[in-house]
């Protein structure tokens, strides 16, 4: 199947780019296949489930309990929550709600929050049990996490600390998760009236934005700040396999977060860096549409894919398609739609037997000779991948009110 390119410059792209002609796209009613199935495995795992999250990968297919105390916990009571709209089963929503009450302890006791990850925890779980069923609980849980959200916030420099001590050099860095994270902020200053987190989620935005897309629109994964004067240093990856390549799930950050800080914002800018951002990630997928960890590498290669970059950029399009022209968001809904039927045929669990998981082959963080991440999930399940999938089909059925 050949794939339709357009001329790239300097610059960026002109058109719209790759289209992925010739492929199929997922069909309404593998759909509803994954979303049905996707309710069976989570109401089937849920007895274990429900006190305990899922560990942020799987070992041989299969994620052990744990306690909340990961970045990831969050997306799998956004799982939930999925399912819940879905089906309604009030299995999901008791167990949403208790996994709501172990959030408000966890941010009142100022459990593992130390880090910009508040919105990846607490908008999938918290500010999603408010919107669905007017969860005090969860509004509280959420708007204490913005508060220390904001908490990281570094004025010399204007941008949301990613981890570590806020006065170490070495930490004076932000990543490109945090687009993701920064929703969170505008829900808090919707829901109080109070402009000073909307103010520093659109400082983040700006910084970021100019700093982490390079001229080729790929993406840094972390950027460094001086932190006397709060001027640009330089760029490094930790989890991508070397400096001067593209971190596959960095770049699909990028995708879903320029669509959000569209939203959001309003700033045209954003929509060019979207279009230009998005076609660099599509340009750089093999043929069955489904990135290699990085995209450093090509067709034919013996790198792990990573199935979770591919759900995170589709909800991107299909978020930043209700801004656009409908030639152009249709575009995008094609190719978004040519890309889940990949996932779907080729990575999405079918049977209980094979996994506890909806997405195989995805990859968490990969150690190469150049990147100083720790090794583990590896060609596994991961719980944000099989939250996007859910996401994206979800987004595909209906006119999903999203949580972020």
Not at 39 to 52: A, E, N, S
Not at 185 to 196: I, K, M, P, V
Not at 327 to 342: C, L, N, Q, T
Request: aromatic share 14%; hydrophobic share 35%.
């Amino acid at each position: 199947m050949e794939r339709k390119d357009e001329t790239k410059n300097k610059k960026g792209y002109k058109g719209m780019g790759v289209a992925f002609e010739g492929y199929p796209e997922i069909s309404g009613e593998e759909i509803r296949a994954a979303l049905d199935f996707g309710c069976r495995q989570i109401l089937h795992v849920l007895p274990g489930f429900t006190d305990k999250f899922k560990h942020a990968f799987s070992t041989k297919g299969f994620y052990p309990p744990v306690e909340n105390r990961d970045w990831t916990c969050g997306f799998w009571t956004g799982e939930i929550w999925l399912a819940y709209e879905h089906c309604g089963d009030e299995r999901l929503r008791h167990a949403g709600e208790v996994q709501v009450h172990d959030f408000l302890n966890r941010i009142d006791n100022k459990i593992s929050v130390d880090h910009h990850d508040m919105g990846f925890l607490y908008s999938p779980s918290c500010v999603a049990a408010y919107k669905l069923i007017g969860s005090q609980e969860g509004r509280e849980a959420a708007l204490k996490a913005a508060d220390q959200l904001v908490s990281r916030f570094q004025p010399i420099g204007e941008f949301i600390q990613a981890w570590g001590p806020m006065n170490a050099p070495e930490n004076y860095r932000l990543i490109i998760d945090c687009l993701l994270n920064l929703p969170l902020l505008y829900w808090a200053s919707q829901e109080t009236g109070e402009g000073r987190y909307r103010e520093i989620a659109e400082k983040h935005i700006h910084t970021a934005v100019a700093n982490v897309v390079r001229e080729d629109y790929s993406t840094w994964h972390t950027f460094f700040f001086d932190m006397k004067t709060g001027a640009p240093d330089h760029g490094a990856t930790c989890q991508g396999y070397r400096d001067g390549s593209a971190w596959a799930r960095g770049q699909a950050w990028g995708v879903y977060g320029l669509a959000l800080a569209y939203k959001y914002t309003g700033r045209k800018e954003y929509v060019d860096l979207f279009r230009n951002v998005t076609e660099y990630f599509l340009t750089h997928l093999p043929q069955d549409l489904v990135p290699y960890w990085d995209l450093e590498f090509s067709e034919g290669c013996d790198e792990p894919r990573d199935s979770s970059s591919a759900s995170i950029a589709v909800c991107g399009m299909l978020e930043m398609c209700k801004y656009l022209e409908p030639e152009e968001a249709v575009h995008y809904r094609k190719v978004a739609g040519r890309i889940m039927k990949s996932v779907y045929d080729n990575y999405a669990v079918k049977d209980f037997e094979t996994s506890n998981g909806l997405v195989l082959h995805a990859t968490y963080s990969k150690r190469s000779p150049y990147n100083t991440c720790n090794h583990g999930g590896v060609d596994e399940c991961n719980i944000w991948g099989e939250y996007f999938f859910m996401e994206a089909v979800t987004r595909m059925s209906w006119d999903w009110v999203l949580y972020w």
